[in-house]
C-alpha cells in the first residue's frame, strides 16, 4: 500500500498501477518560492491561473481571498471543461476562452477570462508551460509578470507563500485581522502537518482515486478510506470546536474545504461516493456553514463551475442539477440548522 504525502503522492510504479485501473496524480514540476532575489514579494507582480471546478485551484483562490490579497494578485479563469479530441492542440488541456458556452446554463460564465498575464494572449495553460520549455499542462499556475517565468504550479505550497509573505505582498487586512494559516507554533504545525496528511491522502486526493478508478478494490478502499475520514474529522469537530485546530481558522480548514463544498452537490454521484452526505454528518456541516460563511470564502468559487467542469463531458453531458431537498446548494451551506 503506498503511503502519499500531505503534498503528493507516492509515485512508486505509478505506471504499473495506472495500468491496472488506479488513478495515480502526478507531481507539479514547479517548485520556486516567493522570497528570494528571483521572486521578491511584491504587490502586483504576481498572478494566478486557476479553473474553479478544480478542488486544488480552490485552494489558492480561497487563500489569496481570505488573506485580502484579491487587488494585489491578478487572476484569471479557464473554462471549466477542458479541450476535445477535435482540438488543434489536443485534449484534455485548460482553455481560457470566455465566450464559451456552460450546457448548465446555455450562457457563457461571466467569470472566465481570457489569458491576460504573459502578454501574449495564450489560449491553452500549455502555452504558458511551453514558453519555458516545459510539457506539463496543469492549473494551478502562479505566474511572474514582471520576468514572465512561472513561480509554482504546486497548490500546497503557493497558500503557504501567499500566508507567508501577505503583507510584503499587498494585502488589505491587518496582520491583527487576517488569519494566520500556518502558524509558527510548533505544536500547531505538527497537528497540521498530520491533519494535512489524512486530509489529502484520504479525502483531497481519496475522492478522485474512487472516482477515477477502474478497479473495484482500489475504489472500495478510497471509498472506505474516505468516509472513515469524514467520521474522525466529525468526532473532532463534535467538543464545539469551532475549527479543526481549535479556535483559529489554519491552513488545515481551508484545504479540507473544496472537498467538502463539492461533496453533496458532485462528489456524492461523480465520484460515486454515496455513502452519505455531508449533511449526516452534523459537527462537519455546521463547520462547513461556518466556513462557508467566512470573508472571501462564498466569493473564492462557483458551484455552477464545479457542475459544468465535472458533469459537462461525462456521462451523456447532460449535468444533474440536485440536490434540492433540504434546500438547493449552495444555499444550504448559509443553513447550519439543517443538520440532522
Ligand atoms: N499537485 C497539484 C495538482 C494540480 C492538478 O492536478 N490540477 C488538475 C486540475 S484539478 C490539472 O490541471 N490536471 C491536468 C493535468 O495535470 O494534465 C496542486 O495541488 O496544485
Redesign the pocket.
Known amino acids: 500500500m503506498t503511503q502519499s504525502t500531505s ?2 503522492e507516492d509515485q512508486t510504479n505509478a505506471h504499473e498501477r495506472r495500468a491496472s485501473g488506479e488513478f495515480v ?4 514540476g514547479f517548485r520556486n518560492t516567493l522570497g528570494g532575489p528571483d521572486f521578491p514579494p511584491r504587490s502586483g507582480r504576481y498572478h494566478l491561473f486557476v ?1 474553479l ?5 480552490h ?2 483562490t480561497l487563500a489569496r481571498n481570505v488573506l485580502g490579497l484579491q487587488d494585489s494578485i491578478t487572476l484569471d479563469v479557464a473554462f471549466p471543461n ?1 479541450t476535445g479530441d477535435d482540438d488543434p492542440v489536443g485534449p ?3 482553455e481560457f476562452a470566455p465566450e464559451r458556452i456552460a450546457t448548465l446554463t446555455g450562457k457563457p460564465l461571466a467569470e472566465c477570462t481570457h489569458e491576460t498575464a504573459t502578454g501574449h494572449g495564450f489560449r491553452l ?1 500549455k502555452q504558458i508551460y511551453l514558453a519555458e520549455g516545459s510539457s ?5 499556475i502562479l505566474y511572474d509578470k514582471v520576468s514572465h517565468r512561472i513561480v509554482s ?4 505550497e ?1 497558500i503557504r507563500m501567499l500566508d507567508r509573505h501577505a503583507t510584503e505582498l499587498g494585502s488589505t487586512i491587518s496582520q491583527e485581522q487576517r488569519p494566520r494559516l500556518y502558524p509558527q507554533d510548533a505544536t500547531l504545525r505538527d497537528e497540521i502537518e498530520a491533519l494535512n496528511t489524512l486530509i489529502y491522502g484520504a479525502i483531497n486526493n481519496g475522492a478522485y482515486k474512487a472516482g477515477f478508478s477502474s478497479d473495484q478494490s482500489v475504489y472500495a478502499s478510497a471509498f472506505e478510506a474516505y468516509f472513515q475520514a469524514l467520521e474522525t474529522l466529525n468526532t473532532r469537530l463534535a467538543d464545539n470546536r469551532p475549527f479543526l485546530l481549535g479556535d483559529a481558522f489554519s491552513e488545515a480548514d481551508l484545504r479540507l474545504f473544496p472537498t467538502l463544498y463539492r461533496h453533496d452537490p458532485v462528489y456524492y454521484l461523480r465520484m460515486k461516493l454515496n455513502g452519505a452526505r455531508i449533511l449526516d454528518y452534523p459537527h462537519l456541516w455546521r463547520w462547513l456553514c461556518r466556513i462557508y460563511g467566512l470573508t472571501g470564502v462564498a466569493e473564492s468559487n462557483s458551484l455552477d463551475h464545479c457542475r459544468q467542469g465535472y458533469f459537462g463531458r461525462s456521462w451523456n453531458r447532460s449535468i444533474p442539477l440536485g440536490p434540492l431537498m433540504p434546500m438547493p446548494y449552495p444555499k444550504a451551506y448559509q443553513h447550519p440548522e439543517l443538520a440532522l
Open positions: 503534498i503528493q496524480r502526478g507531481v507539479s479553473a471546478n478544480c478542488p486544488w485551484c485552494r489558492v477542458r484534455n488541456l485548460w495553460a506539463e499542462q496543469s492549473v494551478p504550479n504546486e497548490s500546497a503557493i
